[in-house]
């Protein structure tokens, strides 16, 4: 990935995809529930932010299966672009993501900036989660990813550091993504939402930035159901409770990592990394959180709009998790 300044996108520069090319043969992208297609930003770029001639992906809602063609969850594309800004919080690697629409078909969406192929780094080799898992676990089942431990994941670390090839730290990598996806909540950290970039000389090889974080933030619940949970704090203790991690422990575990029980969990087994996920977690404030939310409530130009409740509930959501994580960290 390249730094471009942080440049933020304001609710006069929604991108429209409409006359945006599908790049190569991957007109539909295949992997995920989400529709989303591979587009190629025009040159000039239509905004300061995008980058000419680079690849991006238009993500939309999941559609229901109830309602053929409609959205199941219509708002869910404010949730990934508000996990981007939440990590670039954090100071972690992430793809930009813009909010965006398709004026042909009204299709609301996101453009998210594909983490390959920037200048200079041409020819690098991208290997998904799941071919990984599938190489390491006998009969991996890649549908349903049933198999998908921190486990395996570690042994496949451990492998690259021993060998000299991994470029960081992957302590901090794994550590930091449990943590971030406990903080927002997301569910959805499967074998195809992470894998390993390799230079063209097959030397180095570092993890992908975090992608894909859309599923989280509460986006599933009904503005009625979210207002209740802000008002009763056993319903949204249990909330919290009941999110998992996509993955399990260990190969042989029963049942998914709880969001914040993983990040528990790793830091008891590798202590040395506590203080950066903290310091992580307490150099934002309220503040800086809510610059975020109430930013997106001006983009009221957009199909299902991201509300001042909406915001409201996400700001509660998320400090509550924050300051669970610290606890959980800190004990």
């Given at each position: 990935?390249?730094?471009?300044?942080?440049?933020?996108?304001?609710?006069?520069?929604?991108?429209?995809i409409v006359d945006w090319p599908t790049s190569g043969t991957h007109g539909v992208y295949p992997v995920g529930a989400r529709d989303k297609s591979l587009r190629l930003c025009p040159d000039p770029a239509p905004q300061p932010f995008c980058i000419p001639r680079h690849r991006y992906l238009f993500k939309e809602a999941i559609k229901s299966a109830k309602q053929p063609g409609r959205p199941r969850h219509p708002a869910q594309y404010w949730s990934e672009a508000i996990a981007f800004r939440i990590g670039r919080l954090m100071k972690l690697s992430?793809?930009?993501?813009?909010?965006?629409?398709?004026?042909?078909?009204?299709?609301?969406?996101?453009?998210?900036?594909?983490?390959?192929?920037?200048?200079?780094?041409?020819?690098?080799?991208?290997?998904?989660?799941?071919?990984?898992?599938?190489?390491?676990?006998?009969?991996?089942?890649?549908?349903?990813?049933?198999?998908?431990?921190?486990?395996?994941?570690?042994?496949?670390?451990?492998?690259?550091?021993?060998?000299?090839?991994?470029?960081?730290?992957?302590e901090e990598y794994w550590g930091l993504c449990l943590c971030f996806d406990a903080l927002i909540g997301n569910t959805d950290r499967h074998?195809?939402?992470?894998?390993?970039?390799?230079?063209?000389?097959?030397?180095?090889?570092?993890?992908?930035?975090?992608?894909?974080?859309?599923?989280?933030?509460?986006?599933?619940?009904?503005?009625?159901?979210?207002?209740?949970?802000?008002?009763?704090p056993n319903e949204f203790a249990a909330y919290l409770r009941k999110g998992e991690h996509h993955m399990r422990w260990s190969l042989h575990d029963r049942k998914r990592l709880r969001l914040i029980e993983g990040v528990e969990r790793f830091g008891e087994s590798y202590p040395e990394v506590k203080d950066l996920l903290i310091n992580?977690?307490?150099?934002?404030?309220?503040?800086?959180?809510?610059?975020?939310?109430?930013?997106?409530?001006?983009?009221?130009?957009?199909?299902?709009?991201?509300?001042?409740?909406?915001?409201?509930?996400?700001?509660?959501?998320?400090?509550?998790?924050?300051?669970?994580?610290?606890?959980?960290?800190e004990t």
């Open positions: 990935m390249i730094d471009r300044g942080g440049v933020d996108q304001n609710e006069d520069q929604v991108i429209d992430l793809p930009p993501v813009f909010v965006a629409i398709d004026s042909d078909s009204g299709e609301p969406g996101t453009i998210n900036e594909w983490f390959m192929d920037y200048p200079g780094q041409e020819g690098e080799l991208y290997i998904a989660g799941g071919d990984l898992m599938q190489h390491l676990i006998p009969g991996y089942d890649r549908d349903k990813g049933r198999q998908h431990n921190f486990g395996t994941i570690q042994r496949l670390a451990l492998f690259l550091y021993r060998t000299g090839r991994l470029t960081h730290s992957w074998q195809e939402n992470w894998g390993l970039i390799v230079t063209p000389d097959g030397k180095s090889v570092r993890f992908s930035p975090y992608f894909d974080n859309g599923t989280s933030l509460g986006h599933e619940l009904l503005p009625e159901v979210a207002r209740r949970k802000m008002r009763d992580r977690l307490r150099q934002w404030d309220e503040e800086d959180l809510w610059g975020i939310l109430s930013g997106f409530t001006k983009f009221t130009d957009m199909p299902a709009p991201f509300t001042q409740e909406n915001a409201e509930f996400v700001q509660f959501l998320t400090l509550a998790r924050r300051e669970r994580l610290i606890q959980a960290l």
